[in-house]
């Protein structure tokens, strides 16, 4: 058993490298703060491995958000828009940690970021 | 008083977009656990402000981890190598949240990412 968190960023908004840093690791933290603690202890101890990938319509974000919540922790961020993008706009969603295997099923389509 | 989480990337390491995602977002986890509990509750309260900067050098990073660390919760991130960049190779800086001036003092030469 591995533990993973996996974060979704957006393509379509071309956000730059500062800002995807910004938004993945405010999913990062949501999306933990919402794992479980003892897999959180676990995946800490291991390294945090994490995946990053990428889904180009908002749409798209939003399916995988509603399918995953059903299952995950999962958090959806949406950004403050002082930069780059709209106030309130879905940026990326943080999934996990979580074991790997499973998560799998739900993102082996997506591309990494 | 505005908290913020500053995270400072070596630029020298050419890493990709999701590459940087995952170190800036093990910074941000690693030194909000160092944090105060108080400012990092505060800090989610007001939607998480960060800012994400980089360096251009591997020298540029260690020398400023050890002065911010008298100073600060700093969180000094090594990658874990399996991707990219060499295993332990010191990849980026995590810092605070802290109170935004004072952080000011110590970043404001850096340039954003």
Same sequence: chains 1, 2.
Avoid: Y
């Amino acid at each position: 058993m591995e533990l993973e968190q996996a974060i979704i960023v957006r393509a379509d908004l071309h956000m730059g490298k500062g800002k995807i840093a910004a938004q993945a690791a405010h999913a990062s933290i949501e999306a933990m703060l919402k794992a479980d603690k003892s897999d959180v202890e676990e995946w800490r101890a291991s390294g945090m491995k994490k995946v990053v990938l990428k889904v180009s319509s908002k749409k798209e974000l939003l399916e995988l958000f509603e399918r995953l919540k059903k299952k995950f922790p999962v958090a959806l961020i949406k950004d403050a828009g002082r930069t780059q993008v709209e106030p309130g706009e879905a940026t990326c969603i943080g999934i996990g940690p979580v074991e790997e295997k499973e998560i799998d099923l739900f993102v082996k389509d997506l591309k990494l970021l």
